[in-house]
């Protein structure tokens, strides 16, 4: 099939599964993998083959970066070593457990460490799924976890396909040696690239154009996985770091119509390459069910079960014991602080969800081994992968929220107050500067008294809704919601006038353009409002 009309087909595919998505209130990544598998019925679809390494050098750092530069950094450094722990040890643990299992159940050990590999790390884009549910703290530690893991899974994975297809040998000193290299070249890789990133970004923002500040931004992560791949190092582990590091940078380089591109960019980045992940392992396991038997294929479908009850057996396992061993072993008071329940700690165990990242090493799986012959049990892998993602989605994500009802966790109010505290920085810091800035720029004093009379009903609206709960605040809360609510419907009004303009050829094209653009950016700050209140 051309290459033209698998796309249109994929982007209908993913189009098609959002509509349903929202309307039967299912995960879109479930019929997503549905849409792929239905696909798969279609004779020309069935013969089509992506090379295994565009999945790993296209899908992983574009995915992987923006997780990175969204994350924050600061909650990271907080449950530094609980995160450090789940992103590497049980990692390891969860891979070997997962391979024990499937070699039990009938796979080599070769094809039983990559399938061990695959669906070890947690997937930062399927944490989405459980965002609504938790505080942002476990939010964010899934999220954190998930970007170290993958390096870890990477590590494990490369070394379990190499020794497959006979490229590589295992020993102490030589999986020591390549677990430094790939930590401590990913780290190095990672911080360079982030410097030169943040040296071009400097320069390109004295041109003032916003394509090119976002090409440098699309370039960052694709050139750090590179250096990284260049030194045999882990591009995972260089994105990630790269990502943290512009995550901290980032907001003193860009400007703003810049910065509302990028995100307008990412954000539809993201989707598409999620979704194409999913539509595309629902091709490859259709295409996996034919090439088993049917011993095979019922074999495969038992082992979808074994490994889905493991991952969460031995996560919720490895949960419990690391936080009475870390408890045992340092009592200091800070340490006490950052003591998480038992039942937030057994919603983060039900919360580890498998996505995009399993699904890219699976189908990155080379078809052949050096001599020629069949990667063994390939599809077999495929397919485990893709039942052990559905299974997490749809039984996991059924169970988390009733599950989240029992552990009655705390409600997070952490980040509201800063969001207060950061508005209110924000408005007092303009009210203070504006005498000194309009004298300097030679404002009348009637647009100066106008404009202070704005920031200081901003500023009260702040405080009345973080005092929602007094009553002397409810009317005033009550007239901006109207307010907004005003402005947004009368936004309508404008935008059909002016295209009225445009239709009775009274205005040019380009002319509708800029007027729309201008109500389309106002329309977008009203929004923001009216969900802030």
């Given at each position: 099939?051309?290459?033209?009309?698998?796309?249109?087909?994929?982007?209908?595919?993913?189009?098609?599964?959002?509509?349903?998505?929202?309307?039967?209130?299912?995960?879109?990544?479930?019929?997503?993998?549905?849409?792929?598998?239905?696909?798969?019925?279609?004779?020309?679809?069935?013969?089509?083959?992506?090379?295994?390494?565009?999945?790993?050098?296209?899908?992983?750092?574009?995915?992987?970066?923006?997780?990175?530069?969204?994350?924050?950094?600061?909650?990271?450094?907080?449950?530094?070593?609980?995160?450090?722990?789940?992103?590497?040890?049980?990692?390891?643990?969860?891979?070997?457990?997962?391979?024990?299992?499937?070699?039990?159940?009938?796979?080599?050990?070769?094809?039983?460490?990559?399938?061990?590999?695959?669906?070890?790390?947690?997937?930062?884009?399927?944490?989405?799924?459980?965002?609504?549910?938790?505080?942002?703290?476990?939010?964010?530690?899934?999220?954190?976890?998930?970007?170290?893991?993958?390096?870890?899974?990477?590590?494990?994975?490369?070394?379990?396909?190499?020794?497959?297809?006979?490229?590589?040998?295992?020993?102490?000193?030589?999986?020591?040696?390549?677990?430094?290299?790939?930590?401590?070249?990913?780290?190095?890789?990672?911080?360079?690239?982030?410097?030169?990133?943040?040296?071009?970004?400097?320069?390109?923002?004295?041109?003032?154009?916003?394509?090119?500040?976002?090409?440098?931004?699309?370039?960052?992560?694709?050139?750090?996985?590179?250096?990284?791949?260049?030194?045999?190092?882990?591009?995972?582990?260089?994105?990630?770091?790269?990502?943290?590091?512009?995550?901290?940078?980032?907001?003193?380089?860009?400007?703003?119509?810049?910065?509302?591109?990028?995100?307008?960019?990412?954000?539809?980045?993201?989707?598409?390459?999620?979704?194409?992940?999913?539509?595309?392992?629902?091709?490859?396991?259709?295409?996996?069910?034919?090439?088993?038997?049917g011993t095979a294929l019922t074999e495969a479908a038992v082992m979808v079960v074994a490994v889905a009850c493991a991952?969460?057996?031995?996560?919720?396992?490895?949960?419990?014991?690391?936080?009475?061993?870390?408890?045992?072993?340092?009592?200091?008071?800070?340490?006490?602080?950052?003591?998480?329940?038992?039942?937030?700690?057994?919603?983060?165990?039900?919360?580890?969800?498998?996505?995009?990242?399993?699904?890219?090493?699976?189908?990155?799986?080379?078809?052949?081994?050096?001599?020629?012959?069949?990667?063994?049990?390939?599809?077999?892998?495929?397919?485990?992968?893709?039942?052990?993602?559905?299974?997490?989605?749809?039984?996991?994500?059924?169970?988390?929220?009733?599950?989240?009802?029992?552990?009655?966790?705390?409600?997070?109010?952490?980040?509201?107050?800063?969001?207060?505290?950061?508005?209110?920085?924000?408005?007092?810091?303009?009210?203070?500067?504006?005498?000194?800035?309009?004298?300097?720029?030679?404002?009348?004093?009637?647009?100066?008294?106008?404009?202070?009379?704005?920031?200081?009903?901003?500023?009260?609206?702040?405080?009345?809704?973080?005092?929602?709960?007094?009553?002397?605040?409810?009317?005033?809360?009550?007239?901006?919601?109207?307010?907004?609510?005003?402005?947004?419907?009368?936004?309508?009004?404008?935008?059909?006038?002016?295209?009225?303009?445009?239709?009775?050829?009274?205005?040019?094209?380009?002319?509708?353009?800029?007027?729309?653009?201008?109500?389309?950016?106002?329309?977008?700050?009203?929004?923001?409002?009216?969900?802030?209140?």
């Open positions: 099939m051309a290459a033209l009309e698998f796309i249109v087909i994929l982007g209908c595919a993913l189009l098609v599964s959002g509509v349903l998505a929202h309307r039967l209130r299912v995960a879109a990544p479930v019929l997503q993998l549905a849409a792929g598998v239905a696909l798969g019925f279609v004779p020309a679809l069935r013969e089509t083959e992506l090379p295994p390494d565009v999945l790993l050098l296209v899908f992983l750092p574009v995915l992987l970066y923006w997780e990175s530069v969204t994350t924050s950094l600061r909650a990271i450094r907080r449950d530094l070593r609980g995160i450090v722990l789940t992103g590497t040890l049980l990692v390891a643990v969860t891979a070997w457990a997962v391979a024990a299992l499937a070699h039990v159940l009938g796979l080599p050990w070769g094809p039983a460490w990559v399938l061990g590999a695959a669906v070890a790390p947690t997937d930062a884009t399927a944490v989405s799924v459980a965002s609504r549910l938790l505080p942002q703290r476990n939010v964010t530690l899934l999220r954190a976890e998930s970007l170290i893991n993958d390096g870890t899974a990477l590590v494990v994975y490369s070394l379990a396909v190499g020794v497959t297809v006979g490229s590589e040998h295992l020993s102490v000193a030589h999986v020591s040696g390549l677990v430094a290299l790939s930590y401590g070249g990913g780290l190095a890789a990672g911080a360079v690239v982030a410097w030169l990133g943040i040296q071009l970004r400097r320069r390109v923002r004295q041109l003032g154009d916003t394509l090119l500040d976002n090409l440098t931004i699309i370039l960052i992560p694709f050139s750090a996985y590179l250096v990284a791949e260049q030194i045999e190092a882990s591009g995972v582990l260089a994105v990630v770091v790269c990502g943290l590091i512009m995550s901290q940078a980032g907001p003193s380089l860009g400007r703003a119509a810049a910065r509302r591109q990028t995100e307008a960019f990412w954000s539809l980045a993201m989707y598409l390459l999620n979704g194409a992940l999913f539509v595309l392992v629902g091709l490859e396991a259709q295409a996996a069910v034919r090439a088993l038997s991952l969460v057996i031995v996560r919720f396992l490895f949960l419990f014991t690391t936080v009475y061993t870390i408890r045992a072993l340092d009592r200091r008071p800070q340490q006490r602080g950052r003591r998480m329940s038992h039942q937030a700690r057994a919603v983060s165990a039900l919360a580890g969800f498998r996505g995009a990242v399993s699904l890219a090493l699976a189908l990155s799986v080379p078809y052949t081994l050096d001599s020629g012959t069949p990667f063994p049990d390939r599809d077999t892998i495929v397919f485990v992968t893709a039942g052990v993602v559905v299974a997490t989605l749809v039984v996991q994500g059924l169970v988390l929220p009733a599950v989240a009802r029992w552990a009655r966790l705390p409600q997070d109010t952490d980040s509201e107050q800063e969001l207060a505290l950061a508005r209110t920085a924000a408005s007092r810091a303009a009210l203070e500067a504006l005498p000194a800035t309009a004298a300097d720029l030679g404002i009348d004093p009637e647009t100066v008294e106008r404009l202070k009379t704005e920031y200081e009903t901003h500023l009260s609206a702040v405080h009345a809704a973080g005092a929602a709960s007094d009553p002397e605040s409810e009317p005033l809360l009550r007239r901006r919601r109207q307010e907004t609510s005003l402005r947004l419907a009368l936004l309508e009004h404008k935008r059909s006038a002016v295209i009225a303009l445009r239709d009775g050829h009274r205005i040019d094209d380009a002319v509708l353009l800029r007027v729309q653009e201008q109500l389309d950016a106002e329309e977008v700050r009203l929004a923001q409002v009216s969900r802030d209140q």
